[in-house]
């Protein structure tokens, strides 16, 4: 009896500590997920004590070492967290079927995965996330956001069109006419650390460091998600699916490195993108991103005044429109329910970050885009 005892008030306190465990866990967890609601609101002490400052020194710390490693060490550490989740939890169930252990053990490693994904996404605003919720760039700019007629968007598209033509005689092709750069992945990266150094000179709104962005290894499945590039704050990398075309493979490289620098927002990043490909000494990054200003601002055209626009596209030039036959099919073959699925769940976490538009909010660049060439050019 003494001995029954002793193992009841042994067994007792084991489970005592999973509970005490999976309470704060469960706290953790909710903490992650009530930020947005805890911040939004409060731009200005994100922007002041936050996005401007200790966020600059996070991600510059964290860059210092993460830059040292050629490959996204995001990527793979992703792959060994996944791996290592689901040997742990396969290794557990085994061994409890084999009676090997109680089932409190199994108890005990859920809620040290769970505590784990509480952990990394409280991490996960600390290091970056809270960067969604500062004050506007277009606020910061001094740009004014406002419904602008149909003719000041058409000479938008149609400057755009004009520049871009011309940019694009200049540039390599392949064998079917498409743009295709001598130059390898690499050598045009390398060239957007300097596009964002001569940005950050025009417009002090900017960071002039951010790092060099980094190739996925498995960039095909970033394609069957729909996704370009996607950027880590955990590990401060800009990371970009490199098996997408070059058309706007440059303009999401500069995309994720404006990430990197506190703008959470993606019509931000867009806009911040598209400002710093024009910056660049390297002609195919500069047509990079005339392109995707081209198409967006395209796009709102289509929407206003369908006229207006098949008028303005005739000015593209057939190099131009290979081009985004080129584009669009590759992006074509990646349509189905794995792509759906990916951008629900995109749309959702954009939303949940108090992005309204979810994931239309990457279109809506062209408000910014009217509003800077409005102010500047």
Same mark, same amino acid.
């Given at each position: ?10 067994? +007792? ?8 465990? =999976? $309470?704060?866990?469960? #706290?953790?967890? /909710?903490?992650? !997920? ?111 956001? +406002? ?8 000479? =938008? $598209?149609?400057?755009? #069109?004009?520049? /871009?033509?011309? !940019? ?96 959470a927002s993606e019509n931000e990043a867009e806009f911040t993108a598209y400002l710093a490909c024009l910056s660049s000494s390297d002609p195919n990054v500069r047509y990079?991103?005339? $392109? ?8 709102? !055209?289509?929407?206003?005044d369908s006229d207006r626009y098949l008028q303005a596209t005739e000015t593209y030039g057939d190099a131009i429109w290979r081009d985004f036959s080129d584009y669009n099919a590759y992006w074509d073959a990646f349509d189905g329910e794995v792509k ?38």
């Amino acid at each position: 009896m003494a001995i029954k005892d002793k193992n009841r008030a042994f067994t +007792k306190p084991l489970w005592k500590n999973v509970i005490i465990r =999976f $309470v704060f866990t469960a #706290a953790l967890i /909710a903490l992650g !997920l009530c930020w947005p609601r805890i911040l939004t609101g409060k731009s200005g002490l994100i922007e002041q004590y936050y996005s401007e400052t200790i966020y600059q020194y996070i991600r510059r710390a964290i860059s210092s070492v993460t830059s040292l490693f050629s490959f996204s060490l995001a990527e793979f550490l992703l792959y060994i967290l996944v791996a290592g989740a689901f040997l742990l939890l396969a290794f557990r169930i085994v061994q409890l079927m084999l009676r090997k252990i109680p089932f409190r053990k199994l108890a005990g490693s859920v809620v040290s995965l769970l505590l784990t994904t509480g952990i990394i996404l409280n991490l996960f605003y600390v290091t970056w996330g809270f960067n969604y919720f500062r004050e506007p760039l277009s606020q910061r700019m001094g740009l004014e956001i +406002k419904e602008r007629p149909v003719e000041e968007l058409e000479a =938008f $598209v149609l400057e755009t #069109a004009a520049e /871009a033509k011309a !940019l694009r005689e200049t540039l390599h092709e392949d064998e079917n006419g498409v743009f295709a750069p001598e130059e390898t992945i690499d050598d045009v990266f390398n060239a957007l650390p300097d596009a964002y150094a001569t940005l950050a000179k025009k417009y002090s709104v900017f960071q002039p460091d951010p790092t060099r962005t980094k190739q996925i290894f498995w960039s095909r499945g970033l394609s069957w998600q729909g996704i370009s590039g996607i950027y880590i704050g955990l590990t401060a990398e800009p990371n970009v699916n490199v098996d997408q075309p070059p058309l706007l493979l440059y303009e999401a490289a500069a995309h994720e490195m404006a990430h990197q620098m506190g703008i959470a927002s993606e019509n931000e990043a867009e806009f911040t993108a598209y400002l710093a490909c024009l910056s660049s000494s390297d002609p195919n990054v500069r047509y990079s991103g005339l $392109v995707y200003a081209l198409i967006v601002a395209g796009n709102a !055209l289509y929407d206003a005044d369908s006229d207006r626009y098949l008028q303005a596209t005739e000015t593209y030039g057939d190099a131009i429109w290979r081009d985004f036959s080129d584009y669009n099919a590759y992006w074509d073959a990646f349509d189905g329910e794995v792509k759906q699925s990916a951008d629900r769940r995109n749309d959702a976490y954009l939303k949940h970050n108090s992005q309204a538009s979810g994931i239309l909010s990457y279109g809506e660049s062209v408000d910014l885009l009217l509003a800077f060439a409005d102010k500047y050019r």
